[in-house]
């Protein structure tokens, strides 16, 4: 029988709880120098090489040997195939996650406005699309369609006129299902890339491969490092950390329940980290018991493993108003609030990333098919940055047409400000436009 997983047990009654909470959420994201040494010559190489540097990292990190850089690109005619060669079940739930997800975010699209004041001067704002976004995807055994959906329909909704799809095909191994999401998703453009020479490809733009106004999606540690360093070249949606799973429980919901959901974030990563707040002593002896059931049955049981021993966490709470005020401190990425009236608990948390009401809400859910978004901001930074969604994708330009009339009043406050700041010619440009300077 597998040993039993070594959670960290923690209490709020206990006197030293906030520094064993602080300890238990800390997490260096610290940049490994080395990486960034690398990453740095590989987007240097790129932007002097181009096409020539992406064949060269593409045969020396994916083992495939191209003569040219247009045989990087996937047709749109191959995308299409992949997605009629699915199996009928697999075709259908990603149809339906797809349509869920645009419906989804058809409501978040924002629309331009003007304001007329009393003195006849119209101001307002502009929403545009970017021209160009950059798709990453992980590529090989790795399979993420869903990570595809969640980024690549945002920005069609948005109105992005063209969306370039990079996934890395190791020893050439195209995944099927990952093609097919791209082509559901309306992407326009796939190549077989992936790296930091692909991040580098986006933002500089190649030959072969067009430069990306931003750059979304999730890779290793060597992408994450090459967007930190693009960016200002180019916008990015986020540097994402581990995964994070917090959830709220008043010991009602069956423990299997919770336990497999703790488990579906601690499986992605040994850095992810599952933590269970409730006020019910038993339930939390129930769910440490079905964790240490379940486990048995997980293909990724040593991931889970140290992923809950390292990071994760059963605490016990003196009543749920008390894991609220923890929750909105915590600010995880996916939190769950397993309990009767889950609106009236959801009402007390200020920060997640994306919350999940009701017994029946499964993380899982809003990963795959809900509808919102599950690229979500983790580290704590829910408490100032938001879910991956079709803002994104679109800008803001404030449009200011100034009437006669409002030049007059405004080019008095304009001036005296600008004296003020000793900065005459903005004055004397607001001046020259007053009936009586």
């Known amino acids: 029988m597998t040993a039993a997983v070594r959670i960290r047990r923690l209490s709020s009654a206990e006197p030293n709880f ?23 010559e590989i987007i240097a190489n790129v932007r002097s090489r181009g096409d020539e540097a992406l064949l060269k990292y593409t045969a020396e990190f994916d083992q495939v040997h191209l003569s040219a850089a247009s045989g990087l690109e996937i047709s749109k005619a191959q995308l299409q195939q992949a997605l009629d060669s ?69 920005a069609k909704v948005a109105g992005v006129e063209e969306v370039v799809m990079v996934v890395p095909t190791p020893q050439g191994l195209r995944n099927p299902i990952v093609l097919a999401a791209a082509c559901i998703a309306g992407v326009d453009r796939v190549f077989t890339i992936g790296g930091a020479q692909a991040v580098a490809a986006l933002a500089y733009g190649t030959a072969t491969i067009p430069s990306v106004d931003k750059i979304v999606g999730p890779g290793n540690a060597y992408v994450a490092e090459a967007k930190r360093q693009v960016f200002g070249q180019v916008g990015i949606d986020m540097i994402a950390g581990p995964s994070e799973i917090l959830v709220i429980c008043d010991g009602k919901t069956p423990a299997d329940w919770v336990a497999m959901d703790l488990f579906s974030q601690a499986e992605h990563d040994e850095l992810a980290q599952a933590i269970l707040l409730t006020p019910d002593p038993q339930y939390i002896e129930a769910v440490q018991a079905s964790i240490n059931r379940l486990i048995e049955e997980m293909p990724r049981q040593a991931v889970i493993r140290t992923s809950m021993e390292n990071r994760g966490a059963l605490i016990q709470v003196k009543d749920l108003d008390e894991a609220c005020a923890i929750a909105s401190m915590i600010a995880a990425e996916h939190l769950e609030i397993s309990t009767d009236n889950p609106e009236h608990w959801a009402d007390r948390i200020k920060h997640a990333g994306a919350i999940f009401m009701g017994r029946y809400a499964s993380e899982s859910l809003g990963d795959y098919c809900a509808g919102p978004n599950h690229v979500l901001p983790t580290m704590r930074t829910a408490r100032f940055s938001s879910p991956l969604g079709v803002y994104d994708f679109q800008k803001r330009t404030s449009m200011i047409e100034i009437s006669e009339s409002g030049a007059q009043a405004l080019g008095q406050i304009a001036s005296t400000l600008a004296h003020g700041e000793q900065l005459t010619a903005h004055a004397r440009a607001a001046e020259l436009r007053l009936k009586t300077p």
């Open 18 to 40: 906030q520094k064993a909470l602080t300890e238990l959420l800390r997490f260096d994201p610290a940049q490994d120098e080395a990486i960034g040494k690398t990453v740095k």
């Open 86 to 154: 699915l199996p009928a079940d697999q075709h259908r739930a990603l149809a339906k996650a797809a349509e869920r997800i645009r419906e989804f975010h058809l409501l978040q699209k924002q629309a331009s406005w003007v304001h007329t004041d009393s003195a006849g001067n119209r101001l307002g704002q502009r929403i545009t699309a970017i021209d160009r976004a950059g798709l990453y995807v992980p590529g090989g055994k790795a399979a993420y369609p869903s990570s595809v959906l969640m980024n690549a329909i945002p």
